[in-house]
């Protein structure tokens, strides 16, 4: 099963909040990113007296800034340089966080001590187009509950056709979200929102999200903010792994410490899979790459690994519990394995069918799709 199904709609409903912004500005705007003071201003009914934590998020490594709360109320001002992502939480507590988007200007928020998170919000333009936004995706998603405990009750019983079908139906949800935020990186190439929300949908590797063309069209000022300049490098990386290119090379060591290069394949299609033995959907997943191996591999098909694994032995015990019996590698590096950061690995499973002539024509397909393309070009 998909990563997405049990993860997507959580990692956008994270951000929900309670939102009476009173800004009304135009959606579109000039290339020119604000800058300023921040004044944040706020009460938390039902805490007399203690510490926030916020944390602007405009680089790496953010180190959060200390606010007191005196007599239930707060006050904290700063200069920005962009529209930053904003998580405001008490200390101790970062299970409850309130997240938001602040401009340059003055944000007013409104929550309680034991529902941290549901806060109301005033801010700016940002937070608006972020609550609109995060409010179509939250409607869309809203069947992704039920879909994820159907799916569940179809795997312990082991009803493939079932399973299929619901993997069908959430895709289907996802598409409609993916659309959604398409047509708003489309409206809005001069908003911090487009960034950070085309970044974290592709956490989730979903189909037909336009990350090269959203970043392409960024005005000059967004590109030049932190979320734009994380966006463009990952549009750097899916350019170079978009269906027709060249799958890029690299060589890591297999479970006994030999060499081996994605080229050494040349001449076959191989499926490299990205996967990890703590990954719960690669492991679900499995099965059915195993089949599909075992189908076309007398028809110059094969499996190229690459392992996210940290232990060697969880690794190769993976290995020898999944019945995976085909090349395997791994720099042991977990989420910074040098090969998924050079294909701009956010999620997994993840895969790339290359050709012969070491040309990717397919990318992310399991389930009956990973059959139906290999049946396509292995005739």
């Known amino acids: ?23 009304n500005s135009e959606k579109k705007s000039d290339s020119k990113i604000s800058s300023g ?21 405009d680089k790496d490594d953010v180190v959060p800034d200390t606010i007191k709360v005196k007599g239930g109320k707060f006050d904290f001002s700063k200069e920005i ?16 966080s309130l997240v938001f988007f602040a401009d340059p ?16 919000i005033e801010a700016g333009a940002s937070q608006k187009q972020f609550k609109e936004l995060n409010d179509k995706i939250k409607v869309i998603m ?50 911090i929102v487009t960034p950070f929300m085309v970044l974290n949908l592709s956490s989730q590797n979903p189909k037909n999200l336009e990350i090269v063309n959203i970043s392409n069209a960024m005005s000059d000022g967004l590109k030049g903010t932190f979320y734009g300049k994380k966006l463009a490098e990952m549009a750097d990386k899916e350019a170079k792994t ?18 081996i290069a994605l080229s050494s394949f040349r001449g076959k299609y191989v499926l490299v899979d990205f996967w990890a033995s703590w990954c719960g959907p690669c492991r679900q997943e499995n099965p059915n790459v195993v089949d599909a191996y075992n189908k076309y591999k ?57 050709d012969p002539q070491g040309k990717i024509i397919a990318k992310n397909i399991t389930g009956k799709e990973l059959h139906n393309k290999l049946a396509e070009v292995l005739k």
């Open 105 to 120: 200007g003055e944000v007013k928020i409104t929550t309680n001590k034991d529902s941290f998170y549901v806060g109301k």
């Open 298 to 354: 007398g028809k110059n098909f094969t499996v190229f690994g690459v392992s996210l694994d940290k232990s060697k032995d969880a690794w190769t015990k993976a290995i020898m519990e999944d019945k995976l019996a085909w090349e395997h590698v791994s720099d042991l590096q977990y989420w910074n394995n040098a090969a998924a950061r050079l294909y701009g690995i956010q999620a997994i499973p993840a895969n790339f069918l290359i």
């Open 142 to 191: 809203e069947p992704a509950q039920k879909i994820s405990e159907a799916y569940m009750q179809a795997q312990q019983s082991n009803d493939q056709v079932a399973m299929e079908r619901i993997v069908s139906e959430f895709d289907s949800l996802q598409s409609k979200v993916v659309t959604v935020v398409n047509t708003f990186a489309k409206e809005n190439n001069n908003s």
């Open 242 to 259: 978009t269906i027709g290119a060249i799958a890029p090379d690299f060589t890591q060591e297999d479970p006994n410490g030999k060499s």
């Open 1 to 23: 099963m998909k990563k997405t199904l049990l993860v997507f709609a959580s990692s956008l409903l994270l951000f929900a909040c309670k939102n009476d912004d009173k800004d």
């Open 81 to 96: 340089s962009e529209p930053v992502h904003s998580v405001l939480r008490e200390v101790g507590h970062p299970d409850e």
């Open 37 to 57: 003071k921040l004044t944040i201003k706020g009460t938390v009914e039902g805490m007399e007296d203690g510490v926030l934590e916020l944390f602007l998020i």
